[in-house]
């Protein structure tokens, strides 16, 4: 009764705010063409003047004054047509509308007595966009298309100011990612877990200044993912490729040398049109991928995880190693991937632009290497597997209130499951007894065993929203929405126990104790906002407030300092030394102005707070408070606990820009900004003697990023494109991790918690990142990505003793260039392209991580001082050969497009 209570509570305020709105697209997801329409001989405006978009229903009339504008249009290419009766017509064609933007065409008509026949011109994208009034990227499909780009996160890595995800200096879980206008980041983790195909996009938008107030849930930045719409005719494509990692790099990736030619393969396509029968009343389209990376780094089946070896005393002669393996390569680090995405558009009445059923559904399965796999090079069936699903529903309705207003409503389900484990069944006769993950000595791979733990959880996320956009006037453009969400989430993890008490037979513990965590919460969020776009001749103002709200239906200790502290014994906690989290609330004020100051220039100033909830991870873990006092334990589990009453984390951000076109194909941007983060997730150390400490996530890290980039533009012209942006960033914080506390303090001697700023794990100082197009679209083209970067901060050390302050030293620096080179052919009246895809193409040894004794990725002190040798496994050398420690080799594809 009392959460039904609440959600009542919020429906009614939801319903007033709508209510007390001055004026009610799908927040985010279309885009404004405007203008004014005059005689080409006279000036004056033509009252009444016709404004279609050609092959669409939409439109608009001029004003008294001449003016027009047609709302809530997708993003993409259109020909514009205007005609006034005794006027020749005048068609723009290929005007590119982007997501919040207003596209300017303005129309000078003439008589028909003086031109008789339609004119028709093409519309040149401007260099500056005088309504942009804060930073924000956008990349059409079109774009993507001709660039070696295979994913989202490579369009979000080439924008200034991002850093392997990390917009602007913030974590990776302060960006939110959205398709079509619904967030898809996992409420748990607070990363997303799906993302569109670059074959289904029709525009990304990358936002990372402070964006407008309709924009939640995120400090950092905001990619929205809009996706292609059903075609009045019938369109497709289908594509594939194959290829192999090809590399001379064997010394660092063993089998790297066998080349495959399928090890690497993927195949896509899409389908769009009228569904037949229904003629154009109801429009269709599907798309789907499945891509299978084999992978570059393998491990070799010497072992099998039942195998048992026994290496006591210093004699070769009595030890038993018990090698079953078929000594197989088995990929240690494979992608496989399949999306399957579908739209049906309904046409609705005369007033609507009819009802949109989405469905969207993606599966990995696959394999990351790290520090703790890399014990299992020999036993690589004993590692974990990992598999993440989503299922993405909605279905939404647009209503024209008149030439001048729409309403999008849109209700959703977003479900994202994860799953870790070695074998799926938890009883299954392969689990064996920890003790057979045996080392031989110091630096040897694992001879046997299997990794007991399994991590399960699903986030369940129901979202209605309530959007209402009007152009009150031809100055204001007024927004507002609101959008309620519920969140279920359901986790379980738990070690499976094979030892002699269970007979060495795998069985699980008991619920509810440390090592059986349990649990199932419904938090809720609701959100409002209201902003005005103001677009004068002289100025344009973007200008809102938001409001938050999170209620976490969860339970946080009133004194952890009485936590029972357990030596794995089963305990209840009093339940008098609990109480129910408080509800959480925050109001943000945007702000955005651009001024122009000549033809082709434009100063823009932003500041704007920003509100995030911390991933719900970190406010139920371990929600028995119960610590284990010996044991091996995963990240996930650990001696911490979660707190449901954590504080919203807060940026305030501050901007300022310049845009500047030099000539018709030529314009540079530069832009500095400074964040001031606070409430920043960490932990609080509770210790009652050396043995016996835990953590608690609190609201204690702050951090404060400030940066300047510079990006230059080139567009298509003489057969050559590019762009090439530069950041200089100083990205710094008090910890990087939210874990920093607890493990510092398990250091040998510990290591005090900083309270200072200090560069963070991802400050890179220096970036470059450049794109260059040459060709003629439609006959060949050759593109190319780079990416230069100076080396990321590490913390020196040497036998695991500290040797420097906190990331006080820097990796190698950065470098990759990738390549796509494409023909376009004809074949009986349809468009085919061969291609080839070269991935790092000078085949460059990045470091990701490197030794912290030494600096380097392919060296370390430990190989040079005296030590005992690792027992007939592997040699120290092998043991220090990290695979992953390197991003990945070079990658060459080739394939066919077919297009109809």
């Keep these: 009764m009392q959460r039904l209570h609440y959600c009542l509570q919020l429906i009614t305020l939801a319903a007033l705010f709508t209510l007390l709105a001055s004026t009610v697209a799908q927040a985010g997801t279309t885009g404004k063409i405007a203008g004014k329409i005059i005689d080409a001989e006279s000036g004056e405006p033509l009252i009444g003047a016709n404004v279609m978009l050609v092959g669409t229903l939409q439109g608009a009339a001029a004003d008294l004054d001449g003016n027009y504008f047609v709302l809530n249009i997708q993003p993409g290419l259109y020909d514009v047509k205007v005609s006034a009766i005794g006027y020749s017509s005048v068609t723009v064609s290929k005007a590119r509308v982007s997501i919040d933007l207003t596209t300017r065409l303005d129309f000078q008509l003439r008589g028909e007595a003086i031109a008789m026949d339609e004119i028709v011109v093409s519309a040149e994208r401007p260099l500056v966009q005088k309504d942009l009034t804060s930073t924000t990227a956008r990349v059409g499909g079109d774009q993507i298309a001709m660039l070696p780009i295979e994913n989202v996160e490579t369009v979000v890595n080439l924008q200034a100011g991002v850093v392997d995800g990390h917009f602007r200096g913030g974590r990776k879980n302060e960006v939110k990612y959205m398709i079509d206008g619904v967030s898809v980041v996992d409420a748990f983790s607070g990363e997303f877990t799906v993302q569109a195909e670059v074959n289904a996009i029709q525009e990304v938008q990358v936002l990372s200044g402070t964006f407008n107030a309709e924009y939640g849930e995120a400090l950092s930045g905001v990619v929205n993912q809009v996706t292609k719409i059903p075609g009045n005719s019938y369109s497709g494509n289908v594509s594939f490729y194959s290829g192999d990692y090809v590399s001379g790099r064997d010394d660092i990736f063993n089998r790297v040398d066998d080349i495959s030619a399928t090890d690497v393969h993927n195949i896509q396509a899409n389908l769009s049109g009228p569904v037949p029968g229904l003629g154009s009343h109801v429009k269709f389209l599907v798309s789907g991928r499945y891509l299978n990376d084999g992978g570059y780094i393998f491990g070799q089946r010497v072992f099998n995880p039942s195998d048992s070896s026994n290496f006591t005393g210093n004699n070769p002669d009595d030890w038993f190693i018990g090698a079953t393996g078929d000594s197989a390569f088995v990929p240690m680090n494979f992608n496989e991937r399949f999306t399957l995405q579908g739209k049906l558009n309904f046409r609705v009445g005369q007033n609507s632009k009819g009802i949109t059923l989405h469905g969207f559904y993606q599966k990995r399965d696959y394999r990351e290497y790290n520090g703790e796999s890399h014990n299992f090079q020999l036993n690589p069936d004993g590692d974990y597997r990992l598999f993440q699903t989503g299922y993405l529903g909605s279905v939404s309705y647009t209503h024209l209130l008149g030439p001048s207003a729409f309403v999008d409503v849109i209700g959703s389900a977003f479900i994202s499951e994860f799953k870790q484990y070695v074998f799926e069944d938890p009883l299954d006769p392969r689990y064996v007894d920890p003790d057979r993950i045996r080392d031989a000595g110091n630096h040897a ?456």
């Design 445 to 900: 791979f694992f001879t046997g065993g299997t990794q007991n733990w399994q991590f399960k959880h699903k986030t369940s996320t129901y979202t209605g929203k309530l959007d209402l956009t009007a152009q009150v006037t031809n100055v204001h453009q007024m927004k507002t929405g609101v959008e309620l969400k519920f969140h279920t989430l359901d986790y379980e993890d738990f070690q499976i126990r094979v030892d002699a008490s269970t007979g060495f037979n795998p069985e699980l513990p008991e619920p509810g104790s440390f090592d059986f965590n349990q649990y199932t919460n419904h938090p809720v969020q609701f959100s409002a906002y209201v902003q005005d776009k103001i677009e004068l001749d002289y100025l344009v103002v973007n200008i809102g407030v938001r409001f938050d709200y999170f209620e976490p239906d969860g339970e946080t200790l009133l004194d952890p300092d009485k936590i029972n502290l357990l030596d794995g014994l089963l305990r209840p906690f009093p339940d008098s030394l609990l109480a129910k989290a408080k509800a959480k609330s925050q109001i943000s004020p945007r702000v955005g102005i651009s001024y122009p100051i000549t033809d082709r220039g434009a100063v823009h100033v932003s500041y704007g707070h920003f509100f995030q909830i911390p991933p719900f991870e970190f406010l139920y873990r371990n929600p028995n408070f119960r610590i284990p006092l010996r044991g091996n334990f995963p990240n996930q589990v650990g001696q911490t606990i979660g707190n449901a009453d954590l504080e919203p984390q807060k940026t305030v951000v501050y901007e300022i820009g310049l845009q500047q076109g030099l000539t018709d194909e030529l314009g540079f941007t530069v832009t500095g900004y400074y964040k001031d983060i606070r409430n920043l997730l960490g932990q609080e150390l509770h210790i009652k003697n050396e043995t016996r400490k835990f953590g608690q996530f609190v609201n204690r890290d702050f951090g404060q990023v400030r940066g300047l980039t510079f990006s230059l533009e080139r567009r298509m012209h003489n057969g050559i494109a590019a762009n090439i942006d530069y950041t200089y960033q100083v990205a710094e914080g008090n910890a990087s991790d939210p874990n920093d506390v607890f493990e510092n303090s398990k250091a040998s001697p510990p290591i005090e918690s900083n309270k200072q700023l200090e560069s963070l794990d991802w400050d890179r100082r220096h970036s470059l990142n450049f794109t260059v197009t040459l060709g003629k679209p439609g006959d060949y083209i050759a593109s190319f990505i780079g990416q230069i970067g100076s080396g990321l901060p590490y913390t020196p050390a040497f036998q695991n003793q500290r040797t420097g302050l906190e990331n006080s030293d820097n990796k190698p620096a950065f470098f990759n260039v990738d390549l796509f080179l494409t023909k376009f052919l004809k074949l009986r009246n349809k468009d085919v392209s061969v291609f080839a895809k070269v991935f790092n193409l000078f085949d460059r040894a990045n470091a990701k991580d490197v030794f912290a004794d030494t600096g380097s990725a392919s060296s370390t002190l430990e190989l040079t001082r005296a030590q005992e040798a690792p027992r007939g496994v592997n040699s120290i050398e092998q043991f220090f050969t990290r695979p992953d420690f390197y991003g990945p080799p070079r990658q060459i594809v080739v394939g066919l497009s077919y297009s109809f």
